[in-house]
Nanobody, 124 residues
């Protein structure tokens, strides 16, 4: 079993940047594909980005493509989400998650372990 803890959220103006981190304990992150999801106020949780277990292939939601970058540092047991050119509609609680298939699924039902979430607020 793996425990995930997100950090790096906060308040930023539109056009600014933030980097979220997801630190793992209990097991090495190299055993999992990793994903980032978000839940905006009044909306369902949605896929943001994922990175596969092998080769580090990345996938992005259309809404963040070209602005967000997911990466992993297996030596530090940490996954990152670099968020640039932030918009007010990016305001949400962001969650990292781990899935054992290794594929980097867009479907949150494929994820076995979740962090507690980190609030990101983008002001206009």
């Amino acid at each position: 079993q793996v425990q995930l803890v997100e950090s790096g959220g906060g308040l930023v103006q539109a056009g600014g940047s933030l980097r979220l981190s997801c630190a793992a304990s209990g097991r090495t992150l190299s055993s999992y594909a990793m994903g980032w999801f978000r839940r905006a106020p009044g909306k369902e949780r949605e896929f943001v980005a994922a990175i596969t277990r092998s080769y580090g292939i990345t996938y992005y939601a259309d809404s963040v493509k070209g602005r967000f970058t997911i990466s992993r540092d297996n030596a530090k047991n940490t996954v990152y989400l670099q968020m640039n050119s932030l918009k007010p509609e990016d305001t949400a609680v962001y969650y990292c998650a781990a899935e054992t298939t290794g594929r980097g699924s867009r479907n949150q039902r494929d994820y076995n372990y979740w962090g507690q979430g980190s609030q990101v607020t983008v002001s206009s």
